[in-house]
């Protein structure tokens, strides 16, 4: 990444990204991926050369780009995949953070906190399989970006001309059609999640969804019937 | 699901890939769909391998010690537990599986976690070593499995539910202790029986007397008859086997812990419960008795009855008396009216360790307006305070100061145009309402509002108490509708509060008051108990018998004269009688001097310490009216006291009652 920033000009930005990647690497620091990355999009960002540009068509094709969005993902899942292996694999349980809500749950369940463990062992055929997938991600996304790039606003949609440009019209399109392909493939995910969940589910998942459903439907009179037996109980004297 | 490295490189991709598009940069575009799209995949790859661990994971679980695998745990030995995880077919990025000790053993070394990749043809294996420091029942869970993709992006917390339950019988004390358990003179009887003074067919002669027609010819003493010059026959005693039954206390108080943790905080302190001591003696007495042969039988009483095992002798009586106390020593307290707020949060915690499938908004959700609105429980026995009375009836407050009140005011104010009222009261009514109606409403939001300020702990409870509920439900298969029960009926809650704690061997503690102040655990219904059982065994008896009361007599003063009653009947009818209560351990002995207490616990064991002997002193002098001896768990004298009262009456020798 430092050397395609190193060949597009970027040269003080090539050696920042530098410092804190390997800095990461060292100290096996986990927020360094993100940083990393950021430091290297911000130059592209906003000094990019398309980014005043008024009206214009899909850039021409650079091996040179396909290589960023390769090696920023391999540098990603690489990064994290060491930290994993060197410093911890497991984040903490949540629910050991929380206090205990009683002094009798002290020291009994979930409770004490346990640090994650270390991965110790990579295999040879876990290296091949993320590059051979990392490729295949990047050459996709490499596709998608051309094939998103391509897309401008309806006609329809464009207004008077002199208030919006062409081109921010067609970057607010894009944005608008990459937004709805994740949201449908989150909704997507989650249905597929949900369908796959309760053909796996057991009989005790099933009774519980079938009871908490019977209960959302007739809590209120539920709640009115069992509050006038224990109160009329009570009264009795509470046997 | 994702983890906060996951969420990181989420939003970094969506940030690079929504500012390459804004910038149209390819390059930046490219990679931020990348990540996003690597992070998704492995999202959903995971999701979907995860929700398999349930189905397809197994744990294998042997227990063994030096001579190979157990089925059953013995008190005080040492063990080795080896677990095995294996999963079909997926497979898992990184696994930590850590098994649950079970609350009834100690750890003593070896790992409980074990670390590595799961999936087809990879085994995760740990061993560690236990010590049972108490009878009862260990109840092995299952093992927490804490998932994690390779870069760790996603991680997942579920509990591999595999539950083993094993017996952890008691041990006897009594070989190592070096009392004799086998007759030392030739004089005495064989071992398991006891000569009678009345005729029988034993073999030691009784008394010689004149010839009575129909005795047999056998029985005559022709050399004495010779002599004597009239047939004389010779009667022989009776040789019995000795009998002793032994009165196990399994009553509440006796289950409960001792100087309860809720004052002393000391957690070491408060699992110490008087049964247990009382099952170590049992265990000690059995193992004496079984060695002289002595037929043995058991009975466990408490608050709602007794379970007997008549005397008997064998190895296979004595494995099934070790199986009847070691289920004794595993039952936990049970209170009816006991606060069931006082069992949910370890409730809740067990839930959320071994169920947290089963505790997931899908199938178990609680709205969240609901505890907004609602206050729950509508009515109990507890008083909770001005908050919880608050939170229960804020619905109510809101909907009569912000809404009936107003709203009559309102008509009221309309109604006053129709009345014949002269212009100045109509003016006054008016400006009254002007005031009143914003103030009522004021009034009634704010009482609203201080609820819900008030009332954020409470809502919480609610929401564990729902979710416990749930799983409750499921879990002892109760009727539709039971769920709602649960939520509105503090008693129904907390006595199935109590039967998943004891199911899962959980220790629990149980308030010793109730609401209105009166002790929970009263030991009448426990001395009626004991008095039914103790008239049964001596109506069921044949011979004089041994019975050894192992009971907290000392909490039960007013059920004593019940007690009393009993034992004058067995002594009329020649039994003897022991009686060993439990006392605390750490508290010193009732006719030791005490130092005064500091702090609140000092001086709660102090009175303790004070009623405790109190209620000895008057229970030994109870007793000694009546010849029958007192002791204490802790004196040491207990088993060699009971040996002594066996020995004696093996031997015909007059007990202190006047019973041979």
Known sequence: ?239 | VLTARGWWALFVGVAMLFFGIASHVTALTATGLAITAWVSIEWLLFALRVRQIQRRARALRVVRDRRGPVTALCKGRRYTVEVRVEMDDWRLGQVLATDAVPFAVRHLGGSTRVDGPLGAGEVLSLSYDIECPQAGRARFEGLRIEATDLQGLCAHVTFLRAPVEMRVLPASQASRSGLPLIKKQNALPPPGTHRLRKAGTGTELLELRDYQPGDPPRTIAWKVSARRGKLMTRDFESEVPVRVVLFLDAGMAARSTCLADGVSGDESRGSFRLLDRLIDLAASALAAFSASRDLTGLVVFDEEGYREVRPGRGGAHTARLTRALSDAASLGPRARKADPEALLPVAHALAREVYPDLLRQEVNQTPWWLTWLVGHPGASRHPRGWQAWLDRRKRLLVTIGALLVPAGLTLAGLASFFLDLSDSARAWLLAALAVGIPASAALGWLTFTTALAAGGGRRRLFQARKQVSALLAVLLGLPAGALQRLLEDDDYLSEKLQQLLESHRVPYALPLLGPDGSYLLDGQPKARSLSRAHLRAVAAARDNELHVFLADLLGMEGGLGTVLGSIKVALARHHQVVVICPWPEGLPGPDSPRKPGEGVAGKLEELIHQRLSASFARLRRELSRLGVQALLSTSGEAIPALLEKAARLRASAPGPGGAR
């Open chain 1, 1 to 239: 990444m430092a050397l395609w920033l190193l060949g597009e000009g970027y040269t003080e930005w090539g050696l920042v990204a530098l410092a804190p990647g390997a800095a990461g690497l060292i100290f096996r620091w986990a927020l360094a991926p993100p940083i990393v990355l950021f430091l290297v999009s911000a130059p592209l960002a906003m000094f990019s050369p398309y980014r005043m540009m008024r009206g214009f068509g899909a850039p021409a094709p650079r091996a040179e780009d396909l290589l960023l969005a390769a090696s920023a993902l391999l540098y990603l899942v690489s990064a994290y995949r060491h930290y994993s292996l060197a410093r911890r694999a497991m984040p903490d349980d949540m629910r050991r953070r929380e206090k205990p809500s009683d002094p009798r749950v002290k020291a009994r369940w979930a409770v004490p906190g346990g640090r994650g463990a270390r991965a110790d062992r990579v295999e040879g055929s876990e290296v091949a399989w993320m590059l051979i997938l990392v490729a295949l991600v990047s050459l996709a996304a490499y596709v998608i970006t051309f094939r998103i790039q391509a897309e401008a606003a309806p006609a329809e949609l464009r207004f008077p001309e002199g208030r919006f440009s062409r081109n921010a019209l067609d970057r607010v399109w894009r944005g608008c059609l990459v937004a709805w392909i994740l949201a449908g493939g989150l909704a997507v995910g989650h249905a597929v999640l949900s369908v796959f969940g309760w053909l796996s589910a057991g009989k005790d998942e099933a009774r519980l969804y079938l009871q908490d459903q019977l209960w959302s439907a007739t809590r209120g009179e539920q709640r009115r019937i069992q509050r006038w037996m224990v109160w009329a109980r009570l009264r009795r004297g509470g046997a």
